[in-house]
């Protein structure tokens, strides 16, 4: 995969976006850490954080769901 600022990485610029309390309170269906995972279950992801049910506690801000979606469109780079 490209290193292209276009291209959006899980480590640098997907994972960051979970905080320990999303990662707690999905624990129960997978990691939110967890590359492979987050990858796995990327169109429900997306689904849930652009309709604002996930995370629970507050909406992600527009930025942060066009960033996740470029990530999965990109091709879902580690």
Known sequence: MSNSPDVPS???DIKPLFRD???SSMD???DLWDYQ???D???D???RVSDGTMP???QWPQERI???RRWIETGMSA
């Open 41 to 43: 279950h990327a169109q």
């Open 10 to 12: 899980f480590a640098q």
């Open 28 to 30: 129960f269906v997978f």
């Open 37 to 39: 995972e987050v990858k």
């Open 56 to 58: 629970c506690d507050e």
């Open 66 to 68: 066009e960033l996740f």
């Open 45 to 47: 992801i997306l689904e």
């Open 21 to 23: 309390i999303d990662r």
